[in-house]
């Protein structure tokens, strides 16, 4: 099972806690760690035990295994949206967080939430987050905001959970809340396989010789079917290059040397969780998460690559994240829209627009069934701000 974590902001804890339930720091590229916020989707695995007393614990020391769960911490700065919105497409529910001693909503709260509304994440819960930080009464009406805005949202009922994940204050209640909320969802193994890639990246040491080296390395999600160790894969769109001013998309093909998931070595790798797919592919093409975006499956068998989208588009009222309260407004030609579709995020110019059907060429071609749901983001103040979703038509 995946979980995201999301938080409105720079600083809301999200990494922190991943941290208490996994016991793994997910802010690990050096940009993240110099300016103390996710940039790119993090990974990290935890497994949840039940004590003959009856509480829940991620301790193993005599308890019983409950399951493993899969955390992807989700960058909540608000200039981030696509990597955000790139990680809600391959979870199964999600840690909405909100710091106790800051006003809710805040501006990304409401965008996040409206996105997980979009993409159809139903299993959230809430986490009210720095308790340690304010007072009963300022706890409790902390807690009265975010039931006021969470009101007529797919939130409305979730629950909220108080907690520190500084000092792992609550942590076993939010562990209980996760196991009666946001249950494993049943599989379907005999359909095609699709794998969501979201990291890709290089895993050999510099001066490695050649004989030596290990292929690249694909990390992202199984949604569905099977993938087995030392089957053929296929990966699309595949490498981009630039040949006469255009850059174009070249498909990949490779095997699958093993695969990683949850901590453990697998022959075969079924949906639910995150996992690592090392390949025969030159290390030159997954370097620096290259490949992010890019969906795997069976030779043959993977979705079209589309440069160009014919895109049904809904419009929100209002502009999502923005501190004023914007309208949004029509989608004009010629505009340039950020899409995001599975895990790829992508921008496009606007070609054509009739009613609310647009045209839109693209500058990096997405791979993607038809009935995939696309998000709409619209540059405003230097910020890309949620305003629709769409399908092809």
Known sequence: MNVSSKAKDV???KTTLTKALSGKWTDTHSEELKRGITIRLGYADASFYKTKEGKYTTDA????LLRKVSFI???GHESLMATMLSGAAIIDGALLLVAANEKCPQPQTREHLMALEII?????IIVQNKIDLVSSEEAMQNYKDIKN??????AENAPIVPISAQHNVN?????EAIEATIKTPKRDDTKEALFFVARS????????????LNGGVLGGSLKQGILKKGEEIEIRPGFRREKENKVICEPLITKIVSIMSGGELLDELRPGGSAALLTSLDPSYVKSDTLIGNVSGKKGKVPEIYDKLRLEIKLLERVVGSKEDLKVDPIRKGEILMLNVNSAATVGFVEEIKKNVAEIRLKLAVCANKTDRFTVSRNLGSRWRLIGFGKMV
């Open 11 to 13: 600083d809301h804890g």
């Open 61 to 64: 020391n005599g308890n019983t």
């Open 73 to 75: 911490d989700a960058p």
């Open 120 to 124: 159809g994440v139903k299993h959230i």
């Open 149 to 154: 805005f969470v009101k007529g949202t797919i």
């Open 171 to 175: 942590i076993d209640s939010l562990i």
């Open 201 to 212: 990246f290089d895993i050999n040491k510099p001066g490695s010789e050649i004989e030596i």
